[in-house]
C-alpha cells in the first residue's frame, strides 16, 4: 500500500518529505529501542516510535523503512528534520497513541 | 586465510550520538556495491550499527575494521576505553550499564552484544578493564543466502 493512502486515510500530517509519499509500505514496526528496530524491522516498514532525536533519521535510512511516523503528537527536534531531508526519508505525525495507530494502519494494510 | 577483497578502517570518537550511524550507513553501502548478498549485508550492517553504538556510548574512541573475503564479512571493533569486566553478564540480554541520558534516546537497552551474537556466526570479545574492548565478528557467505 503506498504510504500517501495511509497518510491520506488516518489524516496523518506530512513533517517532511512529500515527494516520498509515492513509496510503498511492504510493513510495520513499532519500537522505540533503536536495537530492536534495528534487528527486527524489515525493508518497507513503515516505523512507528515515540522518540523524535536525529538518529531515528540514521536506523531508518539503514533498514529502508518506507517512512516514520511520529505518533502521541511527538515534534521531531530540526536536526532530525533536516537529516530527514538530505536522506529523502518522509516523517509523519499523528496525535493518537502507538497502539491506536498501529491497529488503525494493520487494518488497512489487512482488510 | 581466503584472500582480502576489501579492508578498511573507520575511526570512530566516543560520545558523539549527533552522528552515529554514519559507518554503519557507509559500511553497508560499500558491502552492497561489493555485490554481497543482501541477507549478508542487513546481519553485517546490524552488526556494524551496534558496534558503532556501543563506541560513541562507552568509550573515548575506537576504530571499525571491516574486510571481506570471498568466504565473509568481518567487522572487528577496538576501542579505548574503560573495558568490560565481566563479558558473560555483558552478553545477557537486558543486562546495561548505560547512562540514562543514553537510555532516554532508545540506546544502552542492553541488546547490543546479544543481537552481535545472534547475527554473526563467530564471534570473539577480549577486554581489559581500564584500557578497551576488541569484538571480532564474521558473517559467513554461504550460510545466509
Request: aromatic share 6%.
Amino acid at each position: 500500500m503506498k504510504l500517501e493512502e495511509i497518510a491520506g486515510k488516518l489524516n496523518l500530517r506530512v513533517l517532511c518529505c512529500d515527494e516520498g509519499l509515492s513509496r510503498e509500505v511492504r510493513g510495520g514496526f513499532v519500537g522505540d529501542l533503536l536495537s530492536d528496530v534495528m534487528a527486527n524491522s524489515r525493508e518497507g516498514d513503515l516505523w512507528i516510535t515515540r522518540q523524535v532525536h536525529p538518529n531515528i533519521v540514521a536506523v531508518a535510512v539503514m533498514k529502508e523503512h518506507s517512512a516514520i511516523l511520529l505518533v502521541q503528537g511527538g515534534i521531531p527536534v530540526e536536526d532530525t528534520l533536516s537529516r530527514a531531508r538530505k536522506e529523502g526519508i518522509p516523517i509523519l505525525g499523528t496525535e493518537i497513541n502507538g497502539f491506536e495507530a498501529a491497529g488503525k494502519i494493520y487494518g488497512l494494510m489487512n482488510p | 586465510m581466503s584472500e582480502i577483497r576489501y579492508e578498511n578502517f573507520f575511526p570512530i570518537e566516543g560520545g558523539t550520538f549527533v552522528n552515529a550511524g554514519d559507518v554503519s550507513s557507509r559500511i553497508k553501502s560499500i558491502l552492497k556495491n561489493l555485490g554481497v548478498g543482501s541477507e549478508v549485508v542487513r546481519r553485517a550492517a546490524i552488526i556494524a550499527y551496534e558496534s558503532e553504538i556501543n563506541i560513541v556510548s562507552y568509550a573515548l574512541r575506537g576504530t571499525i575494521r571491516l574486510s571481506v573475503t570471498p568466504d565473509a564479512v568481518c567487522i572487528e571493533a577496538k576501542d579505548e576505553g574503560p573495558g568490560i569486566p565481566d563479558i558473560e553478564l555483558a552478553m545477557q540480554e537486558g543486562f546495561s550499564t548505560a547512562t540514562p541520558m543514553v537510555r532516554e534516546m532508545g540506546f544502552g537497552a542492553g541488546m547490543g552484544l546479544s543481537n552481535i551474537k545472534k547475527f554473526s556466526d563467530s564471534l570473539e570479545i577480549t577486554s581489559e578493564v581500564g584500557q578497551g574492548t576488541h569484538v571480532k565478528t564474521r558473517i559467513n557467505m554461504a550460510e545466509a543466502g
